[in-house]
């Protein structure tokens, strides 16, 4: 039975896609690479946040869910996470909208563009187990993918 893992997305089988993997055998942090070469422009108000691509997808337990965070050398590069930190649903995976294809929403505060090359590790994730109150009720099932529980 497979317990949580990292598969690539539909539609990027033969790109090259490497599975995130941890640093050292202590790391919480699976690195994750971006699957093509980005450009993301320099910030200024109003810009909207860069999507990249990383030709992954991610499953886990029912109640589990994963953490997208920002590596520790990401700021040193210019690279900081738009929403924080990402939560993504175990029902995210393989959804019909994108099959559960990961993507780092990301800003540049560097004052000049940023290229990040294909290959480049640009964020980590951490599977977290998580828990819910005496009186929760949720139902229905995900019918997209990001953003799509609003």
Known sequence: ???RGFEIAEGWEDRGINLPKRSTAHSAGYDI???EDTVIPSFCPGIKPTLVATGLKAYCQPDECYLVLNRSSGAGKGIVLGN?????DADYYNNPDNDGHIHIIV???????LIIKKGERIAQVVFHKFLTTDNDNASGDRVGGIGSTN
């Open 1 to 3: 039975m497979k317990r």
């Open 33 to 35: 690479e971006a699957a």
């Open 84 to 88: 924080g930190v990402g939560l993504i």
């Open 107 to 113: 800003f540049n505060i560097l004052d000049h563009d």
